[in-house]
Structures are given as C-alpha cells and as structure tokens.
C-alpha cells in the first residue's frame, strides 16, 4: 500500500483535482490519498480566525463571504450530476453554517484550530463527491478519528497506527482511501493540527503507521530544486537525497518539505518520491536511506531568525557555563539553530521569539545579553559537503562584500551555515547558485 499526498495547488482548482482522480487511479496498489485544503483556504480561514481574535466580527464575516463565493464557484466546474451537486451544497451548507455559527461565539485557541480544520474537511468532502460521481470506489477517513498528538504537540506514532489499522480494518475490500492532511486531536482531545504546511507531516507519518511502500509527496513543481526557485531564477531538480539531506533542506527552509515530514519516513526506511501533479511523468526527487553522491546537492534559506548574544567575562576559563546557558532555552521550550562562541561570548540563533522575553531576563543573570532579529540562515547542503576541500573557498569567494553574522561549519558534515541579514537573502542565494553550482 502507498500514500499519495496532494498539496493544495494539486486540489487547488476543480480540474486539478479531476487530474488527480487521474493519478490515484492508475496502477492497482492500494492507497491512502492525503489532501491538503484547496491553496488559499487556510490562509483565509486563519485571516478569519485573526479578526475574529480581535473582535472584528465585521471584517470576520467578509472574509467568510469571499471564502463561500469561492466554493460557489468551484463546486459548479467540480461535479455535474444533480446528485452529485447536492451533495457538494450539502457539505459547503455543513461547513459554512459552522463558520457562521463562530461569529456568534467567542473565540478561543481551541477554537482557532476548528477554525483551521475547516480547509481540508472541504477539501476531502468535496474530491470524494467528485470520485463518487465518477464511480471510483473508495472510502473517506476522518483523520480526526486516528491523527494523535500529545500534550508537547508531538505525534504518537503508536497510537496513530493501532486506530488507523482499526480504520482500514473496516474497509477490506476497499483498495482507494482519502483522507485529511494537517488535522488531528490533541492531549485534550481536541481538533488540532499539525502546523502550517503540516499535510506532508501527515502523509509521512501514515507511511510509517502502515509500512507504506512509498510516500508519494505531489506538489506544483518537479521535486526538490538546487535552490528556492522563488528567489533564483536558474534552479535545477535534485534526482536523489538522502533523508539526512532532505532532513536539513526542509528544517533550514525548502518549502517543498515539511521540516517534521522527514523523520518518520527515515525511521521506517519508506522511500519518499517527490512529483508534479502538473507533470506527472517528470522524474522528481526520490529520498532515500543513502545519498547517491557527495557534495552540495542544495541551497536554502530559513528566515524569521533571531540571533541572541551573551557576553561574559565569568565564561572565561569557566565550566559549565554552556550549560546553563542551553538550560535557559530548555526551560522555554525554544529550540536553537546555530551556535558560535568564543572565550568570552556565545551567540546563538532561534526562529521561535515567542518566550524570548522570558529568555532574555534568565539570560541577564550571566552577562550582558543583546539580540539581532530580521536575520536568515542560509545553508548549503549535500552529503560530505564540509568535506569538499574547495567549498568554504567557493562560498566565500561569491560572497565577497557581504557581511556574514555567524558562520556554522563542522558540525554537521552534510551543512554548512551562514547567518546574514534577511534583506540579504535573495543577493545571497543568486550569489551561492553561481559560486557553489554554477548556474
Ligand atoms: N528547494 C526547493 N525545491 C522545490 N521547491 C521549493 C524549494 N524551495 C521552495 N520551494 C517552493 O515549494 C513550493 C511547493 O511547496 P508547497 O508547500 O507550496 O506545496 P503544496 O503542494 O501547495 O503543499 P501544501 O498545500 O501541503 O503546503 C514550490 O512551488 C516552490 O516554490
Ligand atoms: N492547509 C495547511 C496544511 C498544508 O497545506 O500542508 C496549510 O496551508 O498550512
């Protein structure tokens, strides 16, 4: 059996989703088809959720008319049968009653994350009419009956396999699921998610539950690229990576993954294949347990970061001062990217400020404290790349004239590191695309 996970610019259209009707009916493998909510839906219902956080119940309600026009619209190009059109009614009636109802109710982050959940109800409810109406045999699984996290907001595993295997035991002779990405319960048992861009967390931690042949991860674009093709113009599709090099591009920000999704499928040695819903014959990107070559394979950039510095005359010569330093971070729950010190200061980089205030005083107790925010990581990735003799020559030579904050090499033999700027970032990609791929 394989998981084939469609992003939301796969189901963000009517005809985009009759093409992966196309896609999931080819071959006679058993599948667990993972949608994402149609692109654009789960930033409109978090812009829903925002004003409704404020009390502008107003702007909330707007908001919620444009997101139901556009259903109206989509439904109509979706289904054609009357049958199947009522059906489509019934469920846009279903969930934006429910929207309706929160203008009434205050909110809440439990809420907040109802609110959320909405995009890939719609989603599934409305791709498995259309298979319907097309009399494709398959059944809907409700995610919410079987994606579990705990109270730190990490998934159980054990627990997602033993309710989905209960799920797929109810359906023996059906062969095509569909179900949710992003959405799950929670500690509290309630509706959750597993944060933004989370479907491929999802579709990943499914092919570990069942032991999935493959997890096939189908977005807008031909698998993993050389570098951001949002901001380089020349980027090139990676054939193969290893999961450890996958790992790091989606942690330090290559969209196309999301940063968690890889884990599971490592743990479980599940071959991942990327693929373009828009060509599906490209070959893509296949990551696997070995990397097929050395060297850089990508470039990305990981922004919203904020670099904490402490500085310390105590720290000279002293032991143990790493230590209570990285307690500080612990106690806050604020994981750390990079790290540089010297005799007398230590730096460290987050992209989570939000106990940042807290860390801050805590940290006052060792030193003077001071913080740079609006910075990038941007990190050069592929297998043995810090072993390559002429790379740290490369790099830098492309990047004479910009100031590099931090530098993070050695730590990691598949990744080097550099922190700069944000408003560096694109200057900085290009430059690397040329001096590290030459393109
Ligand atoms: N190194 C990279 N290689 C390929 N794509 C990248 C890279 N870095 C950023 N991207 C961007 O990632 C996008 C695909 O990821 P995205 O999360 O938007 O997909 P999606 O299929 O819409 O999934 P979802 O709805 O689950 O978020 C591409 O359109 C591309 O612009
Ligand atoms: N719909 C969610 C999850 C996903 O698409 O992966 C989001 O936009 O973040």
Redesign the pocket.
């Known amino acids: 059996m394989k998981i084939m996970k469609f ?2 610019t796969s189901v963000g259209k009517p005809q985009r989703m009759h093409e992966v009707a196309r896609l999931i009916t080819t071959g006679n493998e058993g599948k667990i088809v993972v949608l ?2 149609v692109s654009g ?3 409109s219902l978090v812009a829903i959720s925002q004003q409704l956080a404020k009390g502008d119940r107003h702007a909330a309600k707007a908001l919620i008319g444009d997101l139901r026009a556009q259903y109206d619209a989509f439904v109509p190009e979706l289904v054609q049968t009357a049958a199947a059109r009522e059906a489509a009614a019934a469920i846009l009636h279903e969930h934006f009653d429910f929207l309706s109802i929160i203008l009434r109710i205050s909110w809440s982050e439990a809420l907040n994350k109802d609110i959320l959940a909405q ?2 109800l719609l989603s599934t409810k409305l791709f498995s009419t259309y298979l319907t109406e097309q009399g494709i045999a398959h059944a809907l699984l409700p995610a919410l009956d079987f994606m579990r996290i705990d109270a730190y907001e990490e998934p159980q595993l054990d627990t997602i396999r033993e309710l989905l295997q209960a799920q797929l035991a109810q359906h023996r002779d059906t062969t095509l699921f569909i179900t949710q ?2 959405i799950c319960r929670n500690a509290r048992g309630e509706v959750d ?1 597993l ?6 967390y999802s579709a990943s931690l499914m092919a570990a539950a069942i032991t999935a042949s493959v997890c096939e991860i189908w977005t807008d674009i031909s698998g993993m690229h050389n570098n951001d093709p949002r901001v380089v113009e020349r980027t090139v599709p990676i054939g193969q990576l290893s999961f450890d090099e996958a790992a790091e591009l989606a942690y330090f920000g290559a969209k196309i993954l ?1 940063p968690a999704s890889i884990w599971p499928a490592q743990q479980y040695r599940i071959p991942v294949r990327l693929l373009n819903t828009m060509e599906p014959s490209a070959p893509g990107t296949l990551i696997t347990q070995v990397a097929a070559a050395r060297g850089a394979k990508a470039i990305a950039a990981k922004d919203g970061i904020t670099a904490v510095n402490i500085k310390s005359s105590r720290m000279l010569l002293a032991y143990g001062f790493l230590r209570k330093v990285f307690e500080v971070f612990e106690k806050n729950r604020t994981s750390i990217d990079m790290i540089t010190t010297s005799e007398v200061a230590v730096s460290v980089t987050i992209d989570n400020d939000s106990a940042l205030p807290e860390i801050l005083e805590e940290l006052a107790a060792f030193g003077t404290v001071s913080t740079d925010g609006g910075q990038t990581i941007i990190s050069i990735v592929g297998h043995a790349v810090a072993s390559d003799t002429s790379m740290l020559q490369r790099i830098f030579s492309s990047l004479e004239g910009v100031e590099i904050r931090m530098v993070s090499y050695g730590g990691s033999l598949h990744n080097i590191s550099l922190l700069v700027d944000a408003d560096k970032k694109k200057e900085v990609l290009q430059r690397l695309n040329k001096g590290v791929f030459n393109l």
């Not at 944060?195 to 491929?200: M, V, W």
């Open positions: 992003g939301g994402s909510a839906t789960t930033n995009g890939e990405g992003f998610n944060k933004r861009g989370g479907s491929d999301h």
